[in-house]
């Protein structure tokens, strides 16, 4: 069981699971595994990155459980994300005789979590999955709520499939060796859930900077956990992404064409979605849907956790690029805007009139 200091967060959606939230969970995780699955088989996946870090140590406690554990590494990076590396795990499973009754575990940061949730959703028509983030980014949000996918040459996450996990286990002894470039990434999703929902985390968000928080372990632990709380409670409102879903989408419809323009490269999804919340609000603004000074809260909030959010595209260049977000109906786009730091709302409009307000704000 876990001990005193682990935080356990139960999320009901369509399936119902628990995340778990604290330090050496990494070395039992195959005994809370083996408290929600009844697999023989284990499919470990993971990045060759995170596998010389705890894929040994890992795989030990999942065998430890009585496991037979089945290892699949693949190069780091967005650029793996694709139906190319997704095909090749079929095929691994495939190799590897999965059955329905097997489960796997995603090993790593966002992108190892969602190929391989996309993978139990479809193969054999779905198997079981648990999350094992170990990036700030996955713990916070990617890991939790059941959305997964790949990436197209025409934009992010266009494919993919609502999978809920068996169980998510947060080991945030993990961030220790996380490099600063990627805690700066999960920082912007972190900025992104006080801005929509809490003013209170924002406030405490303000009283750190990254050097301070990542001293402070009960601090980024109990703001880790209060993250998983809003993206609980958002996803049981609203599982399949059709309406309050949409506000965890603040920064990410110009985010996500920002790491399109750059091709996956050079810049993190942290920063694009700084990028793209700094760009909405300070339109917002100029449009009396926010109250002044929203922006530039925002932005020497992001400024303390390294989140530059200047970018070589202008706002027309992005606009296209926005033709093959998940917000677009048909001529309309539903487009998150925070009225002030904790406040947000959904704003559907026709995509001319989007297109029209990026235009004039590159003038």
């Not at 496991?67 to 499973?93: M, Y």
């Not at 489960?103 to 966002?110: E, K």
């Not at 917002?284 to 970018?311: F, I, P, Q, W």
């Amino acid at each position: 069981m876990p001990n005193s200091k682990t935080e356990r967060i139960t999320v009901k959606a369509s399936g119902k699971y628990d995340v778990l939230i604290g330090r050496g969970l990494l070395s039992e995780c195959g005994e809370y595994i083996k408290e929600v699955s009844g697999a023989e088989k284990i499919g470990l996946i993971t990045d060759d990155n995170v596998n010389a870090l705890y894929g040994d140590e890992v795989q030990t406690s999942l065998e430890s459980a009585g496991f037979s554990v089945c290892r699949f590494v693949f190069p780091h990076g967005e650029q793996s994300k694709t139906t190319g590396t997704l095909v090749k795990i079929w095929n691994f499973l495939c190799e590897n005789k999965f059955s329905r009754s097997d489960c796997l575990a995603a090993l790593g940061g966002g992108v190892t979590g969602d190929m391989t949730g996309f993978a139990a959703a479809t193969y054999l028509r779905g198997i079981d999955f648990v999350q094992i983030p170990t990036t700030l980014l996955a713990q916070v949000d990617s890991s939790v709520g059941g959305k997964t996918a790949v990436d197209l040459a025409g934009g992010k996450n266009l494919v993919g499939a609502f999978k809920q996990p068996k169980l998510v286990l947060c080991d945030t002894d993990t961030l220790e060796t996380l490099p600063e470039e990627f805690f700066t990434d999960g920082m912007g999703e972190v900025v992104k859930h006080g801005m929509i929902k809490s003013a209170k985390l924002f406030e405490k968000l303000e009283s750190y900077t990254t050097e301070t928080l990542r001293k402070d372990k009960n601090a980024l632990d109990d703001i880790i956990a209060q993250n998983v709380s809003i993206k609980r409670d958002v996803v049981q409102a609203d599982e399949f992404d059709t309406g309050e879903r949409m506000l965890l989408n603040f920064g990410h419809t110009l985010g996500h064409s920002i790491e399109q323009y750059y091709n996956y490269t050079g810049i993190t999804h942290g920063q694009a979605v700084a990028a793209g919340m700094k760009m909405i609000t300070d339109i917002a603004e100029k449009h009396m849907l926010a109250e002044k000074g929203t922006c530039e809260r925002l932005v020497k909030c992001l400024d303390g956790y390294g989140l530059n959010v200047s970018v070589e595209p202008t706002l027309e260049q992005l606009g296209s690029a926005c033709m093959n977000d998940k917000k677009r109906f048909g001529g309309t786009i539903n487009i998150v805007i925070c009225c002030d730091v904790g406040a947000s709302m959904i704003r559907k409009m026709p995509v001319e009139s989007f297109f029209a307000m990026l235009s004039e704000a590159s003038e």
